[in-house]
């Protein structure tokens, strides 16, 4: 049996709007970790009877991160390229055919814990191809904001600290900043 979970994420960039199309979601681990920061005395005896209640709840948006949009390999009949397809759909709303993705590499991610492994494609869009409103499936307990980020910001963004991201956003928009931007008309 395989243990290794596998990814597929996809950079996409919409050429109407001249912006990239990333996601937004709260992930629970990040919370804690901000927790765990800002208010270390909730850990400091964790038994049950003394476990220290935090009185003063850190607000959710600590625990948001933008990401690219993304999703589990989880259907053994379907390709990679179908996954992302599927994903783009479910968490952006474009239809997106599945001969417009390109593959930009496979990498390992969350080395110390899961050992995942990513696979990133490309995809560019427009409007005409928003078929519906994105934000994941509620009932999955997803509950995705779709954000653009403007072409003569991306890069910008990628570097602010401020604004936490996963490393494959970086990782895409590098990418994009040697593979795509070069050959985009100059304005």
């Not at 930009?104 to 928003?130: C, N, P, W």
């Not at 403007?150 to 900043?177: C, N």
Request: include cysteine; charged fraction near 25%; hydrophobic fraction near 35%.
């Amino acid at each position: 049996m395989n243990y290794t979970l596998l990814i597929v994420s996809i950079l996409i960039f919409n050429t109407s709007r001249q912006c990239f199309v990333v996601v937004k979601q709260f992930r629970p681990a990040v919370y804690m970790c901000e927790v765990e920061r800002q208010c270390p005395q909730v850990f400091q005896n964790q038994d049950k009877e003394n476990f220290c209640h935090l009185e003063d709840p850190l607000p959710a948006a600590v625990g948001v991160t933008y990401e690219l949009c993304a999703g589990i390999v989880d259907k053994p009949d379907l390709s990679l390229e179908e996954i992302a397809r599927e994903e783009v759909l479910e968490e952006c709303g474009y239809c997106v055919p599945v001969t417009d993705l390109r593959k930009i590499t496979s990498y390992r991610s969350g080395v110390g814990v899961t050992g995942s492994r990513h696979t990133l494609f490309y995809a560019e869009v427009t409007d005409q191809m928003k078929t519906g409103e994105g934000g994941g499936q509620p009932e999955e307990g997803e509950l995705i904001e779709v954000v653009e980020i403007p072409l003569e910001d991306y890069m910008k963004f990628a570097f602010d600290e401020s604004l936490p991201k996963t490393p494959g956003v970086i990782l895409g928009f590098v990418w994009f900043q040697n593979n795509i931007a070069p050959k985009l008309p100059k304005t």
